[in-house]
């Protein structure tokens, strides 16, 4: 690259359609659906420096410190973390982004990209990036169109005026015009015709370009947002967005906002393997189908199936299909999905259901994960509850107290500095620690490996709302 472009990484968003393994509390972007690497990881890593800057990282408040900790086990280190104050679809997200760059790069070009895709050739897509760069520095709002493996219903389609010629190096041409998701039959058409492709949601122009646009096309949305950039407040290394300038912030997506109504539009086609990982039909494929067409993931086995996903999420629980067609099924230790996989679009009714039905699991994962790690509910009756938790070296839990119950906790790996009121002791692995109801107390790895422990409590009420906090070095309330 002639100069470092700005990556802008979104990844605020909760979606249900991957449900359960992907929920509000922490959504398919940071699991490791495809790998080792969560979606999100991966994205950062397919634009390295020194062609790309560090990247703006755009998400809300729950998702902090989530991503900042994955973005840091992959030995890199974003340029800023915008904190939403809510979800305002893409459109608000990618306008503070070039709000917050043009304060220090003004002539600078930024690449809008989803943190849930997957692009298998990460090479060639940056090759496709250059390609696009002819097109920014000339003033133009670029997309990148993927070449249709399949007349795909699930996707909005790219209209070009001609055929691309796919045996050319990648180049940027004029974009038409954009396509809803169509039926069957159309998706069918446009794939035979050669003149459109799959809108892959990722964008790349000039700040400058892109701020123009939003000043033409949405003027009460810039002049919002505008307002709620200047006003917002560093917070722990995050910048969070003006809350009460963001309530004027209306929900658009960019392409409703300022891609359709704009004249100067370029897409350059990318001939690599892509996928949004919309549904679980699209997580069989990118898993890797045998010949029946069938994709297993943990430990799951199949038995004269055809055309179905078997994914298991626990190492303790074994999952076997028999004589299944068209099925998938997911089990977690906390909620199982059984359906046919041409219904994956529907998998968020589910949610729906569940959601108007008081149901946790719609949106809660059974994992909790906090700036200083995560815990999980092992067991819970009426008057106890048995927890497991993990404390990243250099954690510290908040210093608290509880008004209902009182608390056990057993280091069985690592070591732990506990304060029980005035009493600050070391304890290594086989040690154990009581915590009376209404004591002060705080927990921290001082250790540089994961600490593990199992905590017991025991009282007539267990929420997480029963923490009186005295101080907390993540400043939550």
Known sequence: MSQPIVPV??????????????????????????????????????????????????????FRFIATEQIGQIGRAPGAVLIEPDGRNTAPAVLAAA???????????????????????????????????????????????????RAETGYGWLALDTAPDMEAPPAPLKLAGFVEKPDVATAEAMQAGGRHLWNSGIFLFSVKAI??????????????????????EPDLGFLRLDPESWTAVPEESIDYAVMEKSANLAVVPFAGHWSDLGSWDSIAREMGLDENGVALSGPAHAIDCEHTLLRSESPEQTL?????????????????????????????????LLKAEGVKQATEFPRYHRPWGWYETLSLGTRFQVKRIMVHPGGTLSLQSHVHRAEHWVVVQGAARVTVGEK??????????????????????????????????????????????????????
């Not at 070009?109 to 940056?126: E, M, N």
């Not at 250059?130 to 169109?145: E, N």
């Open 9 to 62: 990484i979104l990844c605020g968003g909760s979606g249900t359609r991957l449900w359960p393994l992907s929920r509000a509390s922490y959504p398919k972007q940071f699991n490791r659906i495809l790998g080792e690497k969560s979606l999100f990881q991966a994205s950062v890593e397919r634009l390295p420096e020194p062609d790309f800057a560090p990247p703006i990282v755009v998400t809300n408040s729950e």
């Open 99 to 149: 709000l917050t760059v043009a304060r220090t790069a003004p002539d600078g070009f930024l690449l809008v990209c989803p943190s849930d895709h997957a692009i298998a050739d990460a090479t060639a897509f940056r090759t496709a990036v250059r390609a696009g760069m002819r097109a920014a520095i000339d003033g133009d709002l670029v997309t990148f169109g993927i070449v249709p493996e």
């Open 211 to 232: 701020l123009k646009a939003f000043e033409t096309h949405q003027p009460e949305m810039t002049a919002a947002v505008r307002l709620a950039v200047s006003r917002a």
């Open 320 to 352: 076997v299909g028999i004589g299944l067609k068209n099925i998938v099924a997911v089990a977690m230790h906390d909620a199982v999905l059984v359906a046919d996989i041409s219904d994956g679009q529907r998998v968020k009714e589910a949610v729906a």
């Open 424 to 477: 600050v002791q070391l304890l290594s692995e086989n040690q154990s620690v009581y915590i009376p109801l209404g004591d002060v107390h705080r927990l921290e790895n001082p250790g540089k490996v994961d600490l593990h422990l199992i905590e017991v409590q025991v009282g007539p009420y267990l929420g997480e709302d029963d923490i009186i906090r005295y101080e907390d070095v993540y400043a939550r309330k």
